[in-house]
Nanobody
Framework: QVQLVESGGTSVEPGGSLRLACTAS????????MRWYRQPPGKEREWVAS????????KYADAVKDRFTISRDNGVNTLYLQMDDLKSEDTAMYYC????????WGQGTQVTVSS
């Protein structure tokens, strides 16, 4: 059974940094591309970043490019999202995602950017 558990979300001031983590189990983490999504309050869920299985290719939404960095450690089955220069519009619930034949989601971790 696929399990994804996000952590690291909290409240932070604009310009601050956070590192989110997603711990995976129930599938062979090292062979699957992984993604981060987010859902701002009152809005649709949106894609944030993707990474291939061996970290060879990373892609970002325009809104987070040059501020967020996706990475993974296949040795500990964990996906990361380093978020720098946070803005109020980054406030959202953040989810990790994997397509293992179906889309699997974690429960999310809340990031709030506010002064």
């Amino acid at each position: 059974q696929v399990q994804l558990v996000e952590s690291g979300g909290t409240s932070v001031e604009p310009g601050g940094s956070l590192r989110l983590a997603c711990t995976a189990s129930g599938f062979t983490f090292s062979v699957y591309p992984m993604r981060w999504y987010r859902q701002p309050p009152g809005k649709e869920r949106e894609w944030v970043a993707s990474i291939t299985s061996r970290s060879g290719t990373k892609k970002y939404a325009d809104a987070v490019k040059d501020r967020f960095t996706i990475s993974r450690d296949n040795g500990v089955n964990t996906l990361y999202l380093q978020m720098d220069d946070l803005k109020s519009e980054d406030t959202a619930m953040y989810y990790c995602n994997v397509d293992v034949g179906y889309n699997a989601w974690g429960q999310g971790t809340q990031v709030t950017v506010s002064s």
